[in-house]
Structures are given as C-alpha cells and as structure tokens.
C-alpha cells in the first residue's frame, strides 16, 4: 500500500514522503480499513515538526519510532478480526486509529462507528478529533446548558468551529474569537458574538463567562481567568505554536495548577463517536472543511496546518 512516511523532524515537504509499505496487521480485536479520508490534528504537525522539541524525547530522538502520522479515519471496512462483533467487510466506517495517513490503517473496533451514507468520508474524518475534543470541552467539562455564556478563542478553526456549533447545540450564549477574515464564517456557525483579535483583547473584558475554551493560549492563563464569572471553568486547549524547547507547555502546566482550570480529555469511543453523529443529525453541527488534499499531497496538507490559520479542517483523501 501506499503510505506517507515520516524520515525526520522538520518541514513536511522535507520529512515526509510517499512509500510503497506493507497493508498493517490487525490483532483480534482490530479492524483493517481502506482509508476514504483522514485528517490533519494538532499532533500531527507537532510530531513532524518535532515541536516543542522536548517531546522528541518520548517519539524518538532523530525521527518518530511511529513512522505514519494521522488518527481521524473514514473508510470501507477491509477485514475483521476474530473477536470484533457487529463490523463486517464493506461497512463504511469512522473514529480514531493510528497511521492514517496511508492506504490502510488499522483501527480498534472500539473506536470505530458505522458512517452513515448520508455523510461524507471527508467531513466524517474531518470530524473525530476535532469534534470530539468540543464535545467533551461543552459537554463534559463545561456542563454548558441553556443560557451558559462560552467564550471560544481560536473559533474558526478544527477545534473551534465545532466548539462553537456544540455550544449553541446544548443552548449557550457564545462569543467567538477570531481573524477578521473568519467574523462572518463563525457568525454563520451560531456565535452570538465576535471579537476580532486583531482589534480587541478580549482578555479585557471583564468577568462574564462561565466558561473559556482557549485553542490558542496567546494570552497568559491569569489573564483569561480574569474573564470568568464566579463557579466559571478555564480549559486551556492549546500545546502553543511550533517553536522552542517546550513551546507553550509551560503555560499548560502553570495552568493546569490553577482552582478553576480544567484539561480537556476527549475519549474516542463509540458512546462519543455516536454522541457526535446524533449532534450532526440534528443539522445543528456541520463540519467545516478548508481544504482536501490528496494522500500524495499530504505534506503540502500538514504545512497548511503548520500556518496556523486552517479554517475549519484539513482533510486528505486516499
Ligand atoms: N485536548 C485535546 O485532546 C485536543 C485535541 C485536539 C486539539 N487540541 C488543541 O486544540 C487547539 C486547536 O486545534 P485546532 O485543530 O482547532 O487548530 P487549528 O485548526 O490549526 O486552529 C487554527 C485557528 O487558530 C486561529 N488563530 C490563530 N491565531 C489566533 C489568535 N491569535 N487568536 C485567535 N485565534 C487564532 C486561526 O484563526 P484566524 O485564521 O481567524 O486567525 C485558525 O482558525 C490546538 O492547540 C490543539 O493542541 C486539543
């Protein structure tokens, strides 16, 4: 099969490329699946670029020991193994597995869904990671429910388009923070408010949320707090932009220590995934895909990410 390899840390176009690999192996309990489409996350461009670098420490020091990025899956399901229950060869699937960007990949059942035929393989990928990072941020980290006020920072993109949309789904008042390019985009999600961060720190506006989902951390942590009403929750969603030894985990971690600061930990199960596909259903949630690249393109796709200003998600088909 063909499969995009990672040869080193750096720029895609350099580390990645295209080789002629073996179809994986799958245990008992694991599903072979020809990949439809994928997407790029957030660990993703992080493991190729090798940043914050401290993190080579655990991925391998001269090149990841997992040589294929990608999580977000949608495909056909190929074979089964022998304990896998309720998935056969021909269903059309979506969730979470590793080495997606490549031919084949193979997926815990678990972690896998039936896709339904009304919704694409590319929005069904582009929708794991990123959607079920906002459903546990909304739903189960915030317990947002009608009338609670959410602030978004980064909400135009992967993460926060959907942020936005599971917000006003379960009934908030949101405010969302983006690029003036993206006001228009975020307001046709939902948002109730825009604030464009070019012309306004929204860090300034006083104590009014009761819950702050900030993709970004560009601000200091103490800062954002400051925006919380009484019994609010910070969630700090970001490992910062590439560069330098640990980036933005510093901020994380001094966060992380603060009374009213929560991580965000989405689970890729089943329970989330259908979560996720009753929230689509409704048509109250829509995934906003930026652009398809082509699985021989997907160096070109993970540098896209790396500008850090994807509107919604990048998504590669094989
Ligand atoms: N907790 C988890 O398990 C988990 C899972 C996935 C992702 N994450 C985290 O979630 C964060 C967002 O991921 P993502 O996939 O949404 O990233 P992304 O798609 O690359 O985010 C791009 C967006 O960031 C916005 N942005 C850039 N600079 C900004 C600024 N100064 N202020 C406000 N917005 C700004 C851009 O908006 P404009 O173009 O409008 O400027 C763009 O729409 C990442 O930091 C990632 O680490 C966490």
Redesign the pocket.
């Known amino acids: 099969m063909r499969a995009i390899v990672q040869t080193g840390y750096g720029a895609p176009e350099r580390v990645l490329r295209i080789e002629e690999i073996d179809v994986p192996a799958i245990g008992p309990d694991e599903v072979l699946v020809r990949v439809r489409a994928t997407s790029v ?2 660990p993703d461009w992080a493991t190729v670029a090798g940043e914050p670098s401290i993190l080579r420490l655990g991925a391998g020091p001269r090149r990841p020991r997992r040589r294929i990025r990608g999580s977000d899956v949608a495909g056909v399901v190929e074979a089964v193994g022998a304990g896998v229950a309720g998935l056969a060869p021909g269903d059309e699937v979506f969730g979470s597995a590793q080495g997606t960007f490549a031919e084949y990949a193979a997926a815990p059942a678990a972690r896998l869904v039936k896709k339904p035929a009304g919704l694409t393989f590319t929005d069904a990928a582009a929708s794991v ?2 959607g079920l ?1 906002a459903l546990a941020a909304m739903r189960d980290v915030a317990h947002v429910s009608a009338g609670t006020r959410v602030l978004v ?2 909400a ?5 388009t959907m942020a936005v949309q599971i917000a006003k789904a379960l009934g908030a008042e949101v405010t969302a ?3 003036p ?2 006001a228009e985009l975020v307001r046709s999600l939902g948002a109730d408010h825009v604030v464009d ?1 070019t012309s306004e720190d929204f860090t300034r506006s006083g104590p009014r949320f009761d819950a702050v989902l900030d ?4 601000h200091p942590p103490k800062a954002t707090a400051r925006l919380l009403a009484p019994g609010g929750v910070l969630m700090p ?3 910062g932009n590439t560069g330098g030894l640990l980036a933005g985990l510093p901020r994380t971690a001094r966060a992380a220590l603060m009374a009213n600061v929560r ?4 689970a890729y199960d089943r329970e989330n995934l259908t979560a996720l596909l009753e929230l689509l259903g409704t048509g109250k949630v829509r995934v906003v895909v930026d652009k398809a690249y082509p699985l021989d393109h997907a160096a070109s796709a993970v540098a896209h ?1 790396l500008g ?4 919604g ?1 990048i998504v590669i088909t094989a």
């Open positions: 996350n957030t990671m990123a990072t920072n980064g135009s993109g992967g993460v926060g923070v983006c690029g390019g993206n961060y993709n970004v951390l560009n969603n970001s490992i991580l965000v930990r989405p990410m850090h200003h994807a509107r998600k």
